[in-house]
Every structure is written in structure tokens, then in C-alpha cells.
């Protein structure tokens, strides 16, 4: 979609094709895009001089002789592709100009979501397209900026793509005046300070003027016959980044859903003043994952262990039912309580009742994770999660820690620890984790001393800890 500095360049480079041109006719071929009655539209244009183009948010906003004016939103796909007298119309033309001219001017819109409305200069402003759109970044003024975020309770990311408030954000742009003002896009817009509003609003029109001047000289080795449809590269420092180190840290991009929007920002740059900073710790069985969260721990870390969460979860009479329903089969051994050796035998054998189980257990886990998140008031947590990836639980994380080791290794722990290792490691078969080790931000190969080990997770964790200094 394009954003509001696109379709200022658009507005650029339409006005001098369409100024002063006279309107012979209007052929509509889909009466969709046009509110209102079309014959009315095609009427009142035809005979009409284009004078300029003005812009309001991303309304185009085409001013006529006759006091007439026509709103124009691109939505999604909409463009504008000038062609001569006899070449053939656009693939998506949904409304094509024919000047007196020769020239002809196609309205392209292959979703059709676009709109065009006939208008005049004494109410386009009271048009209900135009009252719903906020002030733009450059003329806001600072002190309703500030109130108006000051009473929301909402992430600042969703209260910066609010039109109605300001308008000139949109998903990209969002993300970047959130990293350039180091907020990160979750944080309440209540709790911003007037200084860090007015950073917004500082670089809301730092970044969008660099976009339109960047627009605008993309388009100087852009074929018109491709038409004006504002789709054009920028240089950006978080849209689009996620997995790719930060310019300013080195730390890697996390991409996060913020108001139902993909929302990209580093972990390091960007914190979240009133929620704890995350840390995942995972890798296969029998790593050492244990042993990394003992040390986070020690360091103040608050601990949130999933294995401890599933094993509440089996106290849980109600659960054990559905358990037992969903396994087909009696789970319990002799004194009533879920036998998790037992389990342990079904899953490894029978793929489908593992999916099953997973697909049960995750969302629970996952809850208790976010209760503990939202309510925790330290300002960190750790989180030894085995299946971190599998269970789609990065994105609650803002570091994973990833530990490997050998089978050697492996199975000395697990002889060490008392358990079945031949079960341990037939378990373990569905834990990815060489296929998401790039994901991680820290990885630890764990073969060596437990002195090694602990001054290795030290490092991290005073790497971690900075991020909030
Ligand atoms: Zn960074």
C-alpha cells in the first residue's frame, strides 16, 4: 500500500500531466470506484479544465475549474498511467480521461479498492473521507499530540497509526520513527514522556521528508507507460529487517504482531519500560538448558520453566480427562496421577497423538507465559522452553538463547540425571533445533566446563542487562 510520501511523489509527478488539460470525455468500467452516481460524474467533468493537485493525508485531491473538486484514494493497487491517442488502455483501467488533448489518462486498480469523488472547493473539507484524517506530522501541533497520546491506553503503535490522530504513518513509517526514537512499539501511549512524544513528531517528519526526496528521484529513471503508483524503494532501518542485525546495535531484528500489524524493531534499542525484557533459553534434551536458567537466576533473572507449567497442567483433574480422551488410552497409573513415563512411551511411537498433544499442551503453556509476563513486575525473565521455535513462542521473546551439545554429552546427562535415555533421545527426535539455531540470538555449544559454561552465560547476560541501562 502505498504511504503518504508516495503519494506526494505521485502528486508530483501527476500534477503537470493532468494541468490544464480539458476533459473531452470520461469512460467509467467500473462504476465501484466512483461514489456516488457515475453519470453525474462523468457530466459535470466533462468540459472541465484540471488546474493543480493537492494532497491531504493520502487523499489526491484534484482541484477543476468551476469550483469543482475530485478526491482521489490509490488504496492498495490504484495508479495513474498516462497514454497517447492510440495506444491501448491499461490491463486494470477502471476509469479512464481523454483530453481534448489526444492525451489519455487510465485510473489502474487491479483490487479495485480505490475511490474517486466528485466534490467542491466550499465542502471537500467537510467531506467525511477528509474530517477523519488528523493533522499531518509536520503541522501537528505538539502539545495535542502529546494529550491526545497521554489518554490511551493503547501501544504506541497503534495510537501512531491512528489517522485520526495524526495522519502520514503508516505500517512501514510506524516501524521506523519508533526505532529512530529508540520506543519500543508495545509501550502503553500513555506512558510516554512529552519529550518522547515530540520525538514522533521530530522524526515522523525527519523520515517522511527523506522518503519524499528519495520518491522523487527513484521516479526520474521510472518509465511513465509503468505508470505513477507511488511503489518505490526506500532505504529502511526496520521495516522488512527482521533477522538482520541492527544498523545501530548488531542485535537482531524481532518481528512482533502490535493492533493485528507486523511490526519490526530491535530488542536492544527498543524496550518496553513497563514489561520485563524476555529471555528464551532452548535447544535439544539434555543440553544444559536447565543449568543456563540457574544461571540467569542467579543474576536476578525471574524463572519461567515450561516443563514445571506442563506438569501443573497434569495435576489438573480436568486436564488429565482430556488427556486420556485425546490419547485414547488410560494415562494414570495405579495411584490415579497422569503417569508422564507412559505419555512419554505413546507420543514416541505415534506421531499424530504427539501433534495432538502439542497442539493441547502449547496454548495452555503459552497463557501461563503471557499471565507471567504481564503481571511480573521484575525487570527480567528467562524462559527455558524446549520446543521455543516449534511452538511459535519466539515472539514472546526479545533473546533466545540456544544451547547444543553432543549425543555424548547428551546421554551423560541423562544417565547422570536418572532418566531413560533411550526414550529421552526418541522424544527429542521432534526438537528442530539445528533447523533454528540462525534464530538465535546467543548460541552456546555446551562441551566444556561448568566454569566455561557459567562465564560464557555471564557475558550474555551482562550483554542483556545493558540493553536497560
Ligand atoms: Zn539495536
Known amino acids: 500500500m502505498p504511504e503518504l510520501p508516495e503519494v506526494e511523489t505521485v502528486r508530483k509527478l501527476l500534477e503537470p500531466v493532468v494541468k490544464d488539460e480539458e476533459i473531452a470525455d470520461i469512460v467509467v468500467y467500473k462504476k465501484r470506484i466512483i461514489q456516488g452516481s ?26 477543476l475549474d ?3 473538486v475530485l478526491l482521489s484514494h490509490l488504496r492498495m493497487e490504484g495508479k495513474y498511467i498516462e497514454i497517447g491517442p492510440e495506444d491501448p488502455i491499461s490491463r486494470f483501467c ?14 489502474d486498480d487491479s483490487r479495485q479498492f ?15 473521507e477528509l474530517t477523519n484524517v488528523g493533522p499531518e506530522p509536520f503541522v501537528i501541533d505538539k502539545d495535542y499530540f502529546y494529550q491526545r497520546l497521554h489518554r490511551l491506553k493503547k501501544s504506541v503503535k497503534e495510537a501512531i497509526l491512528d489517522q485520526k490522530i495524526m495522519t502520514g504513518l503508516g505500517n512501514i513509517y510506524a516501524d521506523e520513527v519508533l526505532f529512530a526514537t529508540h520506543i519500543h512499539p508495545e509501550t502503553p501511549a500513555c506512558t510516554l514522556s512529552r519529550s518522547q512524544t515530540d520525538d514522533i513528531v ?9 522518503a519524499i526526496a528519495a520518491g522523487g528521484s527513484t521516479i526520474r529513471s521510472y518509465h511513465p507507460s509503468k505508470g505513477i503508483d507511488g511503489h518505490f524503494q526506500n532505504t529502511l532501518q526496520a521495516y522488512g529487517r527482521e533477522g538482520e542485525k541492527c544498523y545501530r546495535c548488531g542485535h537482531i531484528m524481532k518481528k512482533i504482531r502490535v493492533g493485528g500489524r507486523g511490526t519490526t524493531y530491535c530488542p536492544y534499542c527498543q524496550i518496553n519500560p513497563t514489561k520485563p525484557i524476555v529471555v528464551g533459553i532452548t535447544g535439544p534434551v539434555a543440553s544444559g538448558k536447565s543449568l543456563i536458567a540457574k544461571i540467569f537466576s542467579e543474576a536476578g533473572f525471574v524463572v519461567f520453566n515450561s516443563d514445571h507449567a ?13 488427556i486420556a480422551e485425546v490419547l485414547k488410552t488410560n494415562i ?3 495411584e490415579g496421577q497422569i503417569d508422564r513415563r507412559k505419555i512419554g512411551i505413546i507420543i514416541a511411537e505415534n506421531s499424530q497423538k504427539r501433534k495432538a498433544i502439542e497442539q493441547l499442551i502449547h496454548p495452555l503453556v503459552r497463557k501461563k507465559l503471557e499471565e507471567m509476563i504481564a503481571h511480573s513486575s521484575a525487570p527480567f525473565l528467562v524462559a527455558e522452553v524446549p520446543l521455543l521455535f516449534e ?19 547428551q546421554i551423560e546427562f541423562l544417565t547422570n540425571r536418572g532418566s531413560d535415555v533411550d526414550l529421552s533421545l526418541s522424544l527429542n527426535a521432534s526438537n528442530k533445533f539445528s533447523r533454528y539455531e540462525k534464530k538465535v540470538d546467543y548460541l552456546i555449544i555446551n562441551l566444556f566446563s561448568q566454569e566455561e559454561l557459567k562465564a560464557n552465560v555471564n557475558k550474555i547476560i551482562l550483554d542483556i542487562k545493558s540493553s536497560r541501562q
Open 310 to 322: 506442563v506438569r501443573e497442567l497434569y495435576d489438573d483433574a480436568d486436564f488429565k480427562n482430556i
Open 66 to 68: 468551476g469550483n469543482l
Open 202 to 210: 521530530a522524526s515522523s517528519i525527519h523520515i517522511l521528508h527523506e
Open 94 to 107: 477502471r476509469v479512464l480521461f481523454i483530453f481534448k488533448s489526444g492525451k489519455r489518462l487510465c485510473y
Open 114 to 128: 480505490g475511490i474517486m469523488k466528485l466534490t467542491d472547493e466550499d465542502h471537500f473539507l467537510m467531506e467525511k
Open 332 to 334: 494414570t497409573d495405579s
Open 391 to 409: 511452538s511459535g513462542f519466539d515472539d514472546l521473546m526479545q533473546y533466545v538463547v540456544g544451547v547444543t551439545t553432543e549425543t555424548s554429552k
Open 38 to 63: 457515475t453519470d453525474v460524474f462523468i457530466n459535470t467533468l466533462r468540459g472541465r479544465h484540471f488546474r493543480n493537485i493537492s494532497r491531504i493525508g493520502k487523499y489526491l485531491i484534484f482541484h
